[in-house]
C-alpha cells in the first residue's frame, strides 16, 4: 500500500490549479485520486474526466469536479496504475477492466504519468496476462481470430460464475503471453482483429512512470 502511495503522492504533486486532470483506475490510482480529492479540499482548482464508473464515483464523493468530454478540448495530466511497466516506459493495463477508456483518455492527454509499485516494474512485457476488450457479439470467432495470431492460452475473464462485463458492457479476454517480443507489432495486429475493441499495451504513451519502493523510495522514469 505504501510504496502505491508515495508514487501516487508524488504524481499528484505535478496537478495545478487549472488543469484538466484524467483520474486513472485501479489500487495505486486511487491514491491519486485520494491526493487529488485532498488538495481540492483546500483550494485546488481542477476539471476532471475519469476512466471507470469506479472512478468517477469516487472523484464525487471526495468532491472533485467530473466534466463531460463535451465539455473539454484535451486532458492536460493524467495520472494512472499499471499492471507490468518496463524501462523504455511502455505498460500493460486492463487488470482493471477499464483498458479502453484508460487508453481513450490517455491518447487526449497532453502527460500521461504511470504510477507503480516495484513489483511492477519488469526488464520485458508479458508475464502479466494481456487484456484484449472484445465486444460480445462473435465472441468465438474473435477467439479463434486471437488464437491463431497469439497461440497461447486464452481465459475470458470471469468474476465468480459471470463473465466480466467492462464498463463499455464487453468482455476482456486475458493472453497468457508470457513474454512480448515486438509490442508494437502486436499492438497494431491485434486492433486489426475484427470484434476486438482496444488491447491493453501502452506503448510510447506514458511520459514519465513514477515508481514507489518498499523502503520508501520514490523513483522517476522519464
Ligand atoms: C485497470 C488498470 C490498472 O491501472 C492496473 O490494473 C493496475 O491496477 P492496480 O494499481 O490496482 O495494481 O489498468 O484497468
Not at 479540499?41 to 472523484?59: F, H, M, R
Not at 508479458?126 to 462473435?138: N, Q
Not at 467492462?166 to 515486438?182: F, K, M, P, Q, S
Request: aromatic share 4%.
Amino acid at each position: 500500500m505504501e510504496s502505491k502511495k508515495i508514487a501516487a503522492d508524488r504524481a499528484v504533486g505535478s496537478v495545478k490549479s487549472g488543469m484538466v486532470v484524467g483520474l486513472g483506475t485501479g489500487s495505486t490510482a486511487y491514491w491519486a485520486i485520494q491526493a487529488i480529492g485532498a488538495r481540492v479540499k483546500t483550494g485546488l482548482n481542477i476539471q476532471a474526466v475519469a476512466t471507470s464508473e469506479k472512478s468517477e464515483a469516487l472523484a464525487r464523493e471526495l468532491d472533485i469536479p467530473i466534466v463531460p468530454f463535451s465539455d473539454i478540448d484535451s486532458i492536460d495530466i493524467t495520472i494512472d496504475g499499471a499492471d507490468e511497466v518496463d524501462t523504455d516506459l511502455n505498460a500493460i493495463k486492463g487488470g482493471g477492466g477499464a483498458l479502453l477508456r484508460e487508453k481513450i483518455v490517455a491518447a487526449a492527454s497532453r502527460e500521461l504519468i504511470i504510477i507503480a509499485d516495484e513489483s511492477k516494474l519488469v526488464q520485458r512485457l508479458g508475464a502479466f496476462p494481456l487484456p484484449v476488450e472484445v465486444v460480445p457479439f462473435g465472441i468465438e470467432l474473435t477467439m479463434k481470430k486471437l488464437a491463431a495470431l497469439l497461440a497461447c492460452p486464452l481465459n475470458l475473464r470471469q468474476t465468480e460464475d459471470k463473465l466480466f462485463l467492462t464498463d463499455n458492457r464487453n468482455y476482456i479476454v486475458d493472453c497468457h503471453l508470457g513474454a512480448i517480443e515486438d509490442a508494437v507489432q502486436l499492438n497494431q495486429a491485434l486492433n486489426m482483429i475484427p470484434g476486438v475493441v482496444e488491447n491493453g499495451l501502452f506503448i510510447h504513451m506514458a511520459a514519465k512512470v513514477i515508481v514507489g519502493f518498499n523502503d520508501g523510495t520514490v523513483r522517476e522514469l522519464t
